[in-house]
């Protein structure tokens, strides 16, 4: 719940690198009479109303707390900077392979989390690491699994693309494009025999939207009444392809036809708190409903895309002076005196900081065990015999 | 029956392209290039020869994720050459409908990794298409060309070779090049085979890899395995970027004395059996590898039907069980894929053992 995580601690900077981003690291009061009263609710407006396809959309005032303001502004500065962070370890080649960065998405994650909780699912694509945190990952877990190393949170065997975290309700991390839609409407499927009130969000983007397996699911889901949220992350571009040389209709919120949709600013967190605590209700009671998350990323779709091809730099930084969430939230924060600008910009030098040495602290950690690399491929103990080399005697025995 | 001339090519009239030999004879008359490169040049003469050939598939329109397509939709315009919406699915299916009206459809799957939507699509149309309709209809004009195999660092989704799966399917033809200078040739061969072709591109290889190719339109054959390197203690097969590694190996394993002779398959199915056959009757052992987990693989296939030929026959024989050095039997790792490779040193171990057996 949201407000319980903003209780302050007094967490060292050690134990902040591994425990989850959302407990703020600092103790301090704040200047500014609002922050310090925790009675005070402020109502504040989305920037856009919602949309909606077959429902009537929920109110664009929003209810929120000025330690939640902050919060928001902490949780979406960590999940900025590690992507920043990312994307030089990617380039100094310390992380190899494929790497997709969410910098410019961040409200999505951390507006979804203000809504639910840990026991609700989150299952979503390969754009995992900012999802990953704000489900209570740490950073520690986070670049050692993009290095690959044994500390990750997938052992190091998942790598970028692979980002899980069990105890907090996060499938993942899936690197073909659509496959875990499907996935989460069978996850709502078992919550709903669970009878918990549980529900699930199934993430997908503008490139998958035209998957059919998507379509498959949504028939499935809404025939039973399953409590999957099925939201669409639309940055507007698949990979290279601009989502209207993708999609007859972009609208997708409205794709799902009989299930009704929302549209949603993706960039405002507080309008996607709002629609996904509007969306949790409305699948608990009903069904299956859509969410479009109209949002953009900085970055290309992934390191070895500039991202610049198929797309004007003019556009990219139209956004970011316009649209970026953290900005957004610096503004409310200073509009209603949460706090000042320079405790602002400490707050995010400390951020800074934090992620260096999670950073250092990862590049401690040791690779996996070679022996992993037979491991969990079939479950321990039903025996599997790994030949190397026939003839050879590197054959391992699992027994 | 043809010729079973000792260490010669041999060529099988019922199912050659008259110039594969004269192209390997011909002086060489092209640019040096990288297989991106070729294949590149592959596409643009198929779509410069054949009004009706066409080119789509994810991003190909700005030129691809690898550079394959680049030039032309600006070449040939935006009806011949189009971005499609990321469903390999609809893009197979699509694809044979396509063909099925008489057309060349070459359809990209970005990667191979990807290509399992499509599998039905590929399987249980394309591949039966003729067979099913009594000839009346075919979609020979369908290739389906895909980035596979290992790249250093693709991980579970963008290092995969699933030639297998595919080499399981009668109806379908399966081709996979080494190098530039045969993936053009092999690339056109397939465009134009009357058949549905899947060809996979080593993907490690698309800069890597860098030969002298010929500028002009030329084909090589289908089903027609080469004989890279003669030899005589010991018989190597294999396909794509596993081909390199062979052939160091054979370069390692000389420095013992052992003479190894080098076979490229090219075609997976309809494979060249006979070709492989004689070099083995000739050596008496082999030993085939490929990226793919051992089990199941297609190396599993070829020492199945080379030990059903050469067990005993006309005193020769195979002297040692056949070496299959292949991808570890387990998903393709992440940091691991160091270990889980076929490398040099496990095909140089096999070599020794299987000539000291």
């Known amino acids: ?399 | 029956m043809a010729l079973r001339g000792l260490g010669r090519r041999i060529s099988i009239g019922k199912r050659c392209f008259s110039s594969a030999s004269e192209v390997e004879k011909r002086p060489r008359d092209g640019k040096q290039i990288n297989l991106f490169s070729a294949i590149n040049q592959a596409l643009h003469i198929a779509l410069e020869t054949d009004s009706r050939a066409y080119v789509f598939g994810e991003d190909v329109g700005f030129g691809g994720v690898f550079r394959c397509t680049t030039g032309l939709a600006d070449r040939f315009g935006r009806n011949r050459v189009f971005n499609t919406p990321l469903c390999e699915q609809g893009i197979a299916g699509f694809a044979i409908g396509l063909a099925a009206m008489g057309n060349r459809a070459i359809a990209e799957i970005q990667f191979a990794d990807y290509i399992y939507p499509a599998f039905d699509q590929i399987v249980n149309e394309a591949a039966k298409f003729r067979y099913r309709s009594g000839n009346q209809f075919n979609c020979g004009g369908l290739t389906i060309r895909s980035p596979y195999g290992a790249v250093g660092h693709g991980g579970h989704y963008h290092s995969q070779s699933p030639e297998a799966f595919f080499c399981h399917v009668p109806g379908l033809k399966v081709v996979i090049p080494r190098s530039p200078q045969q993936a053009k040739g092999l690339l056109l061969a397939c465009i134009r085979d009357p058949n549905p072709v899947v060809f996979f591109e080593p993907k490690w290889l698309y800069r890597l890899a860098v030969e002298e190719v010929p500028e002009r339109d030329y084909m090589l054959p289908l089903s027609q395995a080469e004989v890279i390197r003669q030899g005589s203690d010991i018989t190597l097969v294999g396909w794509g970027a596993q081909l390199s590694v062979l052939e160091r190996a054979c370069d390692e394993a000389a420095k013992d004395g052992i003479s190894c002779e080098l076979i490229d398959l090219r075609t997976l199915i309809p494979w060249d059996k006979e070709t492989v056959e004689a070099s083995v009757r000739k050596t008496g052992r082999l030993l085939v590898s490929h990226e793919a987990p051992v089990t199941g693989g297609f190396g599993a296939e070829i020492s199945a039907s080379i030990a059903e030929r050469c067990f005993l026959r006309h005193g020769l024989q195979l002297e040692a069980p056949v070496a299959r050095i292949c991808g570890l039997d387990t998903p393709f790792p992440l940091v691991y894929e160091p270990f889980y490779m076929p490398t040099k040193n496990k095909v140089l171990d096999a070599i020794k053992a299987t000539v000291n057996y």
């Open chain 1, 1 to 399: 719940m949201a407000v319980s995580r903003l209780a302050p601690s007094a967490s060292t900077l050690s134990k902040l690198l591994l425990h989850p981003v959302s407990a703020p690291p600092f103790s301090r009061p704040f200047s500014g009479t609002a922050a310090g009263d925790d009675q005070t609710v402020l109502t504040i407006e989305t920037s856009v109303p919602f949309t909606g396809h077959k429902i009537d959309p929920p109110s664009r005032s929003v209810e929120a707390t000025p330690k939640e303001l902050l919060s928001f502004f902490q949780d979406m500065a960590v999940m900025r900077r590690m992507e920043i962070a990312a994307d030089s370890l990617y380039k100094s080649k310390l992380i190899r392979g494929f790497c997709h960065l969410y910098d410019g998405q961040e409200a999505v994650a951390v507006g979804m989390e203000a809504a639910i909780t840990q026991r609700d699912s989150i299952i979503t694509a390969y754009r995992d690491h900012c999802t990953f945190l704000g489900r209570g990952g740490n950073l520690v877990e986070a670049f050692s699994e993009l290095m690959g190393r044994r500390t990750g949170c997938s052992k190091g065997k998942g790598g970028s693309m692979h980002f899980y975290k069990k105890e907090a309700g996060f499938y993942g991390g899936h690197g073909i494009v659509g496959a875990q839609v499907p996935l989460g409407c069978g996850l709502a499927f078992a919550q709903k025999y669970f009878k918990d009130e549980t529900v699930t969000f199934a993430l997908y983007g503008d490139g998958a939207a035209n998957q059919g397996q998507l379509f498959e699911a949504l028939n499935i889901s809404a025939l039973w009444d399953l409590p999957v949220i099925l939201v669409c992350e639309n940055n507007h571009y698949g990979m290279g392809t601009a989502e209207w040389r993708a999609a007859k209709s972009a609208a997708y919120y409205k794709r799902g036809d009989y299930v009704p949709g929302l549209k949603v600013d993706g960039m405002d967190v507080l309008a996607v708190k709002q629609a996904c605590k509007f969306a949790r209700e409305h699948a608990l009671k009903n069904g299956p409903i859509i969410l479009e998350m109209d949002t953009y990323r900085y970055h290309g779709h992934s390191m070895s895309d500039p991202g610049s091809t198929y797309r004007t730099r003019d556009e990219i930084t139209g956004i970011r002076q316009e649209r970026d969430p953290i900005e957004r939230v610096r503004k409310l924060i200073l509009t209603h005196e949460i706090a000042s600008a320079s405790e602002l910009k400490d707050i995010e030098k400390e951020i800074r900081k934090k992620v260096d040495e999670a950073i250092a602290q990862f590049k401690e950690s040791p690779m996996p065990d070679p022996s992993e690399l037979f491991a969990d491929v079939y479950v321990k103990g039903y025996g599997v015999e790994m030949q190397a080399c026939p003839g050879l005697k590197l054959s391992k025995s699992i027994k």
